[in-house]
């Protein structure tokens, strides 16, 4: 029989792609949102899924586990959702919090508790937790009321039991074709773990990629060698679909001014700094967009970058508002990193549930006027190398619910690698 693994946070299932790849039978899911649960289903029809809160489902859970399994668990994977806690999250809820509008804390940031309680239950062999880099700076509330901070919630209610410690990890570094760093902490009772672990050794496995080559690793893989060779696309009507390749491979519209600002600009670079367009004039010295800290140390962008040729007056191709009634333009505001390109030789900026809008971070294809597909998202997360479907009813499922899915997933590469290693450390 496969060993048994439970999914907590499972969303549509993308991260336990990787407990497959390894022969680990996920006999349990949980996840709030019943579309994503749907697409869960869907994938592994023989898994018991648990649709709604996790913490009105627990002992719901460590109940149907019990009453149908004799042995613990081999594995938790418990990837509870990320928002309260990185940076961005961060700062919002601060400011949210300074106008009245949300609680002091996240209660989303909580959720690792009913996740101890069904790991305490249940005493799985390994536990994997994956969460975002800045989780080491989050505090909470305990089941008391105490303010503590997460990681020493964890060890507190863990470290007797388990060893293992918390690790940044960049997944480009396993070989995803994208930066994206996140906590991965992998945790073991097992006796030739504690052995390991004692000895100095780490519970994930060595990393398979840097961003060089060496002896022991491969260099990054970049966005020339995982998305260069697809067809071409442009966000314009009748050239943002590939006909007769997958029909994922598809980007939303841009209107005419923004695929404007985007024709002219450059790989690696930020549309705020693209130059003069005027065949007369062609200016490139314009003053480029910054940004820089204020008093109160909140980096702010700068609202004096020029918006029209500094040399002829010509409009510059930079993104830019428009005045309804008057017509004025005045560039927009937004960081160096809104309407930028990503670079051929380096792997993808960070997918999130963002990457189809040319606003958001670093977003642009390196040289077409675009954002990523679909297709190249799954690609660069690595879902596109694992049996995955996202119809649902016989029919694909929406753009938005395959973009949210790809966006919040952990990459299965990752997840995949490290079941191989917890494997052979236990074998
Ligand atoms: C970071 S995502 C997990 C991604 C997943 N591991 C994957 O690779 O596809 C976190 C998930 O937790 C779910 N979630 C949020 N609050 C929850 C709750 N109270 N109970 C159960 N699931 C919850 C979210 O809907 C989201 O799908």
């Keep these: 029989m496969l060993p048994n693994a439970i999914s907590l946070f499972s969303s549509s299932g993308i991260g336990d792609l990787g407990l497959r790849a390894n022969?680990?039978?996920?006999?349990?899911c949980c996840e709030l949102l019943e579309e994503r649960m749907n697409l869960f289903r869907n994938n592994y029809p023989n898994t018991k899924c648990f649709q709604g809160d996790i913490w009105s489902l627990k002992d719901e859970i460590v109940k149907y586990y019990n009453s149908n399994f004799?042995?613990?668990?081999?594995?938790?994977?418990?990837?509870p959702p990320c928002q309260g806690m990185s940076s961005n999250g961060m700062g919002?809820?601060?400011n949210d919090y300074r106008k009245g509008l949300r609680p002091k804390m996240d209660e989303r940031n909580r959720l690792i508790i009913p996740a101890i309680d069904i790991i305490l239950a249940l005493r799985p062999e390994w536990v994997i937790l994956e969460n975002v880099a800045n989780m080491t700076n989050t505090l909470i509330y305990d089941e008391n009321g105490e303010l503590i901070n997460i990681i020493d919630y964890i060890r507190k209610k863990l470290g007797s039991i388990y060893c293992g410690e918390p690790i940044v990890v960049d997944v480009a570094d396993y070989g995803v074709p994208q930066h994206r760093k996140?906590?991965?902490?992998?945790?073991?009772?097992?006796?030739?773990?504690?052995?390991?672990?004692?000895?100095?050794?780490?519970?994930?496995?060595?990393?398979?990629?840097?961003e060089q080559d060496t002896l022991f690793t491969k260099h990054w893989v970049t966005l020339r060698e995982a998305i260069g060779n697809l067809p071409s696309l442009r966000a314009e009507k009748g050239k943002n679909k590939a006909t007769g390749y997958n029909e994922l491979h598809k980007v939303p519209l841009l209107d005419e001014k923004k695929l404007f600002w985007i024709d002219n600009t450059k790989e690696g670079d930020t549309a705020f700094n693209?130059?003069?367009?005027?065949?007369?004039?062609?200016y490139q010295g314009?003053?480029?967009?910054?940004?820089?800290?204020d008093r109160d140390g909140i980096n702010k962008s700068h609202t004096d970058t020029p918006l029209y040729c500094e040399k002829c007056g010509a409009l510059l191709p930079r993104p830019w508002v428009e005045d309804k009634k008057t017509g004025e333009k005045r560039l927009m505001k937004g960081f160096i990193s809104a309407y930028k390109r990503m670079k051929w030789d380096e792997p993808a900026s960070t997918l999130t549930q963002n990457f189809q809008y040319a606003c958001s971070d670093n977003k642009i294809h390196p040289s077409q006027s675009r954002v990523l597909s679909l297709y190249e998202a799954l690609v660069l997360q690595s879902i596109a190398d694992y049996d995955y479907s996202f119809s649902l009813n016989g029919k694909m499922c929406s753009d938005g619910l395959i973009r949210d899915?790809?966006?919040?997933?952990?990459?299965?590469?990752v997840i995949d690698l490290i079941c191989a290693n917890i494997i052979k450390i236990s074998s």
Aim: glycine share 8%; hydrophobic share 35%; aromatic share 4%.
């Design 23 to 28: 022969g680990l039978n996920t006999v349990i």
């Design 70 to 79: 004799t042995e613990p668990p081999f594995l938790v994977l418990a990837t």
């Design 286 to 293: 314009n003053r480029i967009h910054g940004a820089s800290h």
């Design 182 to 210: 996140r906590l991965i902490t992998v945790l073991s009772q097992s006796k030739k773990a504690n052995k390991l672990f004692a000895k100095g050794g780490k519970l994930i496995p060595d990393y398979t990629h840097s």
């Design 274 to 282: 693209n130059q003069c367009v005027n065949p007369n004039c062609g």
């Design 92 to 94: 919002k809820m601060l």
């Design 405 to 413: 899915t790809i966006g919040e997933s952990v990459p299965p590469r």
